[in-house]
Structure formats: C-alpha cells, structure tokens
C-alpha cells in the first residue's frame, strides 16, 4: 500500500492552512469589533486571504463567523482535556481555575458578542442557539470529568452548573475592565465549597 | 403658604412623563434589537414623542442608553428593596430567587447589549464601564442586605458576589432559549449551599 503520507495533496494542505487563518481572524474580528464590525470582507483582509477565496470556504457571513466560534471552542475543548489531571490538595481550586479561563479570553468575547447578535439577528437566531447548546453540553461534560464529579448524588449536577454559570457572569464582568483581582478571590472562595459538595463526608 | 400641589407645574409633568416614556421604549428597544438597531429615532417613534423633544431630552444617542439602563436599574432596585424582607424556613431561597430575577428580564437583556457594544463602541466605553460598576455596586449592597450576610465573617463577601456573577451568566444563557426549567434546579442547590455559608454552625 501507498504509505499515508504519499496521499497527502499539498493543494488541500494550503487550503487547510488557509481555512485556519480564516476562522482564527473571525475569532479575533468578532471579538474585537462585535458583529456590527465583522464582515467576511474584513476577516479576508485580516488573514491575508482573497475574498473570493473566503467566499469559497464561507459562502456566508453566518457560515463564517458559527464556524470560527465553533472551531475555537474545540480548540479549547482539547487543551483543557490534554491537561494532566491534577491530584492532591488545591485539586479542585486548580480544575476550577482552568475551566474559569474558558470565560475570561478572546473566545468568550467572541462567542458573546455571537450570542447577543442572535438575540435580534433572525439568520443567525436557530445556528447559534444549536451551536450554544452543543458548546455548554460539552464544557458540562469535561467539567464533570476534571473535577471527579459524581452526578448521581444529589446536587452535584446542579452544582457544577451552576459553577459553569458563574464563569460566564465573570466572563461578562471582564468585559469592559480588568476583573481579575476580584475574580481570584470569588473563584478560591467557591472551590473551597465545591470542594466540600463534591467530597461529602461520612 | 402655598400649598405643594399648586407648585406643581403641568408642563414640567408633561415633561417629566415624555422623558420616562423615551426611557422606557430605549430599554426595550435595545433588548429587541441590540445596540446597532436602537437610534434615537426608533426609539422617538416607539415613544410616540417627535425626534426633536427626544434629542431635547437626550442631546446623543449615548445619553439616552445609559440614562435608559440607569433608569430602569434604579427602578428594579427600588422595588426589590420594597419587598417585605423574607423570615423563616426558605428565606435564603426567596431572596435569591428575587436577586435572580434581575437578570432574566429585559432589563439584563437592555443593559447585556449596551455592555458588549460598550466593549468595541469607543463612544460608549468610559460612560458604560462607570453605569456597570454603580449598578454592580448597588446589587451588591442590596443583595447583602436582603440576604443579612455577615461580609466581616471571611468567604462571605465572596460568596455573594460569586452568587451575583451567577445570575449574570444564568441571564446569558436565557438570552435564546426559555432557561427557566433548568436554572430553577441551579437556584435551588446553590441557594442551599449559600444558607450554609450564610448561617455557620458553632
């Protein structure tokens, strides 16, 4: 057989690389300039690609910008899974920490500003709210998995969504001002008492 | 002496009632259709009020939303703090019922679309990061005292604030789908582990 790496066709490579490029300035246009701002015409010019070309791999505004969201988010999605599970002591402050961070980057900026724009957009309205729902589906899911989590003791469900909650009110608070003093000490404060949700005593 | 009512001036009353009414369809029109739909002329229109006695009342498009989300923050703490003050078994829960309610309604809707536009809007951005913090301020306030918590007893302070940017992000995830089902259950667990931390035992 053909070894794998002899089927690999350089032109689909490029065009890979491009549509990277593409959905990586979307991310950064939409968070940057909301989407009142982002235009396919100006992501193009901001990856360094023809707007033929990215017409060719977004034949819409939609496409474009659900996309980026979309590949971000799995992006992310793969990191945090690719973390090393820590152990010990300060083990539930450290995953809660991590997932907090999904919140407080140029990703939660841009999906925000994706959310808000569904809210009166109608063409983009079932898209994102499909896109959402798959989003929080598998941040819960990873959640569950860094912290140990046994959902079938009461509460603990509700618990960690709450917590996935609270990361998105202090994603918004960090919108508009650097609310990272505050954050630290309201994020130490509730992994102490997730802490002691999710290891019940006897 | 004059009497009070005899001061009272019915032009200034006219005047005062078209400056609410212009606040008033301001909120709802940024809740409807985001910032990049709310001009001063649809809100006018939406008023009943003719664009000139608008732009007499508010000189800018910036002065008649963040007056408007002003307006109706102050109007949505006034009645919170009219609420006769919960005792007994379930306190905890109906209070943060309430706090919650401030932001699933078209209040937080008004005030998320004037944040995020704030974030990429130059015009808007010192004005909006000044409303937030005052508003953030004041539910804070109020959620201590209708709450009686203790903020000298350390996690306290903390706790409701992590509480509050709870609601913030129980409010963006009802922005597109009706979240009520699940955030009844989120409320409810945290509510619980709040009255723990609230109330310590000796």
Chains 1, 2 share one sequence.
Not at 26 to 54: D, F, N, P, Q, Y
Not at 91 to 99: D, Y
Not at 129 to 137: C, D, F, P, Q, S
């Amino acid at each position: 057989m053909t070894p794998r790496t002899a089927l690999r066709d350089p032109k689909q490579d490029r065009s890979r690389a491009t549509r990277r490029r593409l959905l990586e300035a979307a991310v950064a246009c939409l968070a940057e300039r909301g989407w009142a701002g982002s235009t396919v015409a100006v992501v193009a010019e901001r990856a360094g690609v023809s707007r033929g070309a990215a017409q060719h791999h977004f034949p819409t505004r939609e496409d474009l910008f659900t996309a980026a969201v979309e590949h971000v988010a799995e992006e992310r999605s793969a990191e945090l899974r690719a973390l090393p599970a820590p152990h010990g002591e300060g083990r539930v402050h450290t995953v809660v920490e991590a997932l907090i961070t999904l919140y407080t980057g140029p990703l939660f900026r841009a999906a925000l500003q994706l959310w808000v724009a569904a809210s009166y957009e109608e063409q983009l309205g079932s898209r994102v709210t499909a896109l959402e729902a798959k989003i929080g589906r598998e941040t819960h899911r990873m959640a569950v998995e860094l912290l140990g989590a046994d959902e079938s003791v009461p509460g603990v469900r509700e618990a960690v969504q709450g917590l996935l909650d609270m990361g998105r009110g202090l994603g918004l608070a960090n919108l508009l001002t650097d609310d990272g003093h505050r954050r630290e000490r309201v994020v130490a404060q509730w992994s102490r008492v997730l802490e002691t949700i999710l290891t019940p005593r006897d």
